[in-house]
């Protein structure tokens, strides 16, 4: 039987994030600190005494219309466990299928990602990709290489004039990581991992009771958390799903259909809407025997070309080919669309436009470009609280006044209840104060702004406590 043990060099990666997370938690002097407490942490796991703690609170991100998703922020040593047992267990029984995207090792290694990890522009091209959810992956690399080949294999399916059909369906997992069933996950890894008994009782103990803040001492037998950097729970959620996608890929071949997933969306690719009506309610079926449900309200079943249209591939394939003039049209055709109250993906296309845009002089904008940004955070303000401080920053730059442009963003934050948008513009400031101030955004700009973020956060600890007085240090 394996032993667990927490590592100095998996904390380190795993702290050294934390460090510059949404909600920096760690700090240098923790950092400092750390084989001390590893060596607690590893005494305490070994004398049975270790349980999760509560964590420094919850992180509001809405989704829309005010449905809001609360991030557990859980506390460093809590994370150094985690990691550890979905480091080790996850690369261990995550199985590399055609078709199917969204989990990757951990921490990725160098070579899994050599041709994108070595340029900071890759990073800047990730972020503009990244979903309408709240991630903070250690590898924006890894993430960016999954997302660009779901991509081009979509875009390859829709234009191919063979086999499949003309329809798409897509749909997606209800509440998927909060529908986990603990005690099934668990014992999935059990059947393929018997050797690993020990790291198994102690993942168990932890998704029992990582949620104590709001659940007390009751065990809980459902969810596992949506933590800040996602990579861990990403992974075993993916891992759950693998049952799953065999059988119902398998169901899907035999009846000539093509089964894509990323995360939890699923996309069914047939020749008519009753074959893909039928494959959606076999995968109902099959999701009924793991706990897990599809959403109703996000399935939809519809022509391949209006699906190209509805993803914004077309203008991803302009912003690819790095054709401006093309984007532009593109981009304006889809607006013309989404006004007429035809389905788009228009967050995709608002931060794969920040990636761009940025990238170019700003002698070759025009003033759609700037307009195009500021329409879109004006008529979906939520997007803020998935943007990262990269993406703000491109905002500011790309406006025709950056101060303006930075008045925008904090007034769209101040206006939101929830704690994420807050967040995100302390990162800013905290993480590109040098940068706004040569654009325009001077210290006492940024001073005030902070000032403001403060006075309306009362109700968040995490905002007053930690991520205003860590930004404030950046402009001292």
């Not at 996602?230 to 890929?249: A, I, P, T, V």
Request: net charge positive.
């Amino acid at each position: 039987m394996r032993q667990i043990k927490i590592s100095k060099g998996l904390t380190q990666k795993v702290w050294h994030h934390l460090e510059t997370s949404l909600v920096p938690i760690v700090t240098s002097d923790h950092m400092t600190g750390l084989s001390d407490e590893i060596d607690i942490l590893n005494s305490s796991i070994r004398s049975n005494s270790y349980m999760p703690g509560t964590g420094h609170g919850y992180l509001g991100v809405e989704k829309k219309f005010g449905v809001t998703r609360f991030l557990p922020i859980l506390s460093r040593a809590d994370m150094a466990v985690y990691y550890q047992l979905c480091g080790e267990l996850g690369d261990l029984v995550l199985v590399d299928r055609p078709d199917i995207y969204g989990g990757w090792q951990v921490v990725p290694q160098p070579d899994s990602t050599k041709d994108l990890s070595r340029s900071t522009r890759n990073e800047i091209i990730s972020a503009r990709y990244q979903q309408g959810y709240f991630q903070d992956t250690f590898s924006n690399a890894a993430w960016f290489q999954g997302f660009k080949n779901y991509t081009q294999l979509i875009a390859e399916i829709v234009n191919s004039k063979d086999g499949y059909g003309n329809y798409v369906g897509a749909t997606d997992v209800a509440n998927f990581y909060d529908s986990i069933d603990v005690t099934r996950l668990i014992a999935k890894l059990r059947d393929q991992l018997p050797e690993y008994s020990s790291h198994l009782e102690l993942l168990q103990v932890f998704l029992n009771f990582w949620n104590r803040r709001s659940t007390g001492y009751q065990a809980s037998s459902k969810g596992i958390p949506q933590e800040i950097i996602s990579d861990g729970s990403r992974n075993l959620s993916h891992f759950y799903l693998q049952d799953f996608d065999e059988k119902f890929s398998n169901h899907c071949k035999s009846e000539g259909l093509r089964y894509v997933r990323w995360a939890d969306d699923i996309l069914v690719f047939g020749p008519s809407p009753q074959k893909i009506e039928a494959a959606i309610h076999r995968a109902s079926r099959l999701l009924l025997m793991e706990g897990l449900n599809l959403s109703a309200p996000k399935t939809r079943i519809m022509g391949k070309r209006q699906y190209l249209k509805y993803r914004a591939l077309n203008v991803l394939d302009a912003i690819n080919a790095k054709d401006l003039n093309e984007y532009r049209r593109q981009r304006d055709s889809a607006m013309r669309r989404y006004v007429k109250k035809n389905p788009l993906k228009l967050d995709t296309i608002f931060r794969a436009s920040l990636g761009f845009l940025v990238q170019k002089s700003r002698s070759t904008l025009v003033s759609s470009d700037r307009d195009f940004l500021w329409k879109v955070l004006t008529m979906q303000p939520e997007l803020l609280g998935n943007m990262t401080s990269q993406q703000c920053l491109s905002f500011v730059r790309l406006a025709s006044n950056p101060r303006t442009g930075f008045a925008k963003l904090l007034n769209t934050a101040l206006l939101n209840n929830v704690a994420a948008p807050k967040a995100i513009l302390a990162a800013l400031v905290r993480d590109h104060s040098k940068r706004l101030e040569r654009v325009g955004v001077n210290f006492k700009v940024q001073h005030d702004a902070l000032d403001s973020i403060f006075q309306a956060s009362k109700d968040s600890e995490l905002i007053q406590k930690i991520c205003v007085p860590i930004a404030r240090q950046a402009i001292t």
